[in-house]
T-cell receptor, first 113, second 113 residues
Framework: EAGVAQSPRYKIIEKRQSVAFWCNPISGHATLYWYQQILGQGPKLLIQ????????DSQLPKDRFSAERLKGVDSTLKIQPAKLEDSAVYLC???????????FGPGTRLTVL | QQQVKQSPQSLIVQKGGISIINCAYE??????FPWYQQFPGKGPALLIA?????SEKKEGRFTISFNKSAKQFSLHIMDSQPGDSATYFC????????????FGAGTRLAVHP
């Protein structure tokens, strides 16, 4: 069974630029999560999708972050414009509707200069 | 009340020793407590998990001890090996949410040969 795929693995941008991350969850997993992991901290949930609907985006900075999950499969997380404090690893995870375990991808390491 | 407090921040153990990581929570609505293991450059992976109706769960060298009255739980790694060197995160899930996890800040474990 293929795991959660993410791209790119690394991204370096200047502040005020925009950036997008892509995630392909495990096949058949209805729930998809985007986390932000700042160096030295635990992952923090940004947004959670159930199929293609948002069930939790309470910690998403909506003035600059956006996410979509078209057709309930792949998802894209966008930051526009980026700030220095957005430097972090962005993790995507997925889980089945009935399962508790979240399966994580390798993450995208974003550096904002 | 949604926080999970994890300690210590870092831990050094000799090969063959016991590694102990502790977590505490306040929200009595949490209903699932997983531990995740993360190696550098990788996403977190589920190690072991427990529900509050059980006081202990053991899988191989890994044991979770759960104290519901004290609102604390801990991970014990017996016979620690250099390959166990990683960052460990405890987490908790609110029973009223959509499988949303709140993560602790992480413990960086180094097992010396």
């Amino acid at each position: 069974e293929a795991g959660v795929a993410q791209s790119p693995r690394y991204k370096i941008i200047e502040k005020r630029q925009s950036v997008a991350f892509w995630c392909n969850p495990i096949s058949g997993h209805a729930t998809l999560y985007w986390y932000q992991q700042i160096l030295g901290q635990g992952p923090k949930l940004l947004i959670q999708f159930q199929n293609n609907g948002v069930v939790d985006d309470s910690q998403l900075p909506k003035d600059r972050f956006s996410a979509e999950r078209l057709k309930g499969v792949d998802s894209t997380l966008k930051i526009q414009p980026a700030k220095l404090e957005d430097s972090a690893v962005y993790l995507c995870a997925s889980s089945s509707t009935s399962g508790s375990e979240q399966f994580f991808g390798p993450g995208t390491r974003l550096t904002v200069l | 009340q949604q926080q999970v407090k994890q300690s210590p921040q870092s831990l050094i153990v000799q090969k063959g020793g016991i590694s102990i990581i502790n977590c505490a929570y306040e929200n009595t609505a949490f209903d699932y407590f997983p531990w995740y293991q993360q190696f550098p450059g990788k996403g977190p992976a589920l190690l072991i998990a427990i529900r509050p109706d059980v006081s202990e769960k053991k899988e191989g060298r890994f044991t979770i001890s759960f104290n519901k009255s004290a609102k604390q739980f801990s991970l014990h790694i017996m016979d620690s090996q250099p390959g166990d060197s990683a960052t460990y995160f405890c987490a908790a899930r609110n029973s009223g949410g959509y499988n949303k996890l709140i993560f602790g800040a992480g413990t960086r474990l180094a097992v010396h040969p």
